[in-house]
């Protein structure tokens, strides 16, 4: 009697096991991260899957991840609804905007922000690539923006360069770097360059990927994937995640305008004191003799009478 209570209480419990992990909503984790140096797509997707199973089995129930590799592919993803969170580019998200909540930011290279620099093949300066052709990491359709505002901060006239093109990735844009389908490109620094490729200039610092929620999420669970995230174990382009807020996605957002540059308004320092406006001045009303407004009476003869008589 007493082991058939025990087995009933066993199967009790497995039921409710089981229906705790059947209930638990599964993890999808779309990457879309064009900026980061994967060395390969393969390596890319491979980080997506790990990213992906490891959130849900964090979380009790099952993970996928997919990789987009455009656009407006993630884009239609977010709006259907099919992505719980996303890895994706700091960048595209302080171009693009939209409802999503930060939940950390990517690790490489021991930190979460990472310098860009402008390369290109042989010993060249700034000035030599005026009117020439330039590749970036695709971030969402404003390509110039990013690349004279927040990464030149203005100072360069928008017709600087002959055209600027988005490339798919980092590696895509180096690749056709190296095969001499573009004069320059801007990534990210940290990255192997080709033999001859150099370093130009050296740009501003900002935040790589970031792992956002989008739409609504309850609280606790938001904060149950950012604590698996912060457990996660990945690889040398994306070694890990740390705790962040939305602070470095708006810093890059507020660089896309860069305010219009005005020379500096002179204003006299002026102290004026009653006694310096009326010193050496005389003031008194000058007064007009009375008869000045009175007329004499006009003189005028007797009427004639008609028969002469007066």
Do not use: C
Not at 135 to 151: C, H, K, S, T
Request: no cysteine; net charge positive.
């Amino acid at each position: 009697m007493k082991a058939l209570a025990l087995a009933i209480a066993v199967a009790a419990l497995s039921i409710v096991a089981l229906a705790g992990t059947a209930h638990a909503e599964p993890v999808t984790v779309g990457v879309f991260a064009p900026t980061a140096p994967f060395p390969s797509t393969s390596a890319r997707v491979e980080l997506a899957q790990r990213l992906g199973d490891s959130l849900g089995k964090s979380t009790g129930g099952t993970g996928t991840g997919k990789v987009y590799l455009r656009a407006s592919d993630f884009a239609a993803a977010v709006r259907k609804g099919d992505i719980t969170i996303a890895l994706v580019d700091a960048t595209y998200l302080a171009a693009t905007g939209g409802n999503y909540t930060v939940l950390a930011a990517a690790v490489r290279g021991g930190d979460t922000t990472h310098t860009w620099q402008l390369v290109a093949k042989g010993n060249l300066k700034v000035t030599d690539l005026r009117g020439k052709r330039v590749l970036v990491p695709a971030v969402g359709g404003r390509e110039p923006d990013f690349i004279y505002n927040v990464m030149l901060g203005g100072e360069v006239g928008r017709d600087f360069f002959a055209k600027l093109e988005a490339a798919p990735d980092t590696s895509s844009a180096l690749a056709a770097l190296n095969l001499g389908k573009a004069e320059a490109a801007i990534v990210p620094a940290g990255v192997e360059l080709a033999p001859g490729t150099q370093t130009v200039l050296t740009l501003p610092s900002i935040s790589g990927p970031v792992l956002v929620a989008f739409g609504a999420m309850p609280a606790e669970r938001r904060a149950a994937l950012a604590q698996a995230a912060g457990a996660f174990k990945g690889d040398t382009t994306i070694t890990g995640f740390r705790a962040s807020d939305g602070e470095a996605v708006k810093a890059i957002s507020r660089r896309f305008t860069v305010a219009a540059k005005r020379g500096p308004l002179a204003v006299p320092a002026v102290r004026l004191l009653v006694g310096d406006l009326v010193e050496g001045r005389t003031f008194a009303i000058e007064r007009t003799p009375p008869a000045s407004f009175a007329t004499s009476p006009v003189k005028t003869s007797p009427a004639s009478t008609s028969d002469g008589h007066h």
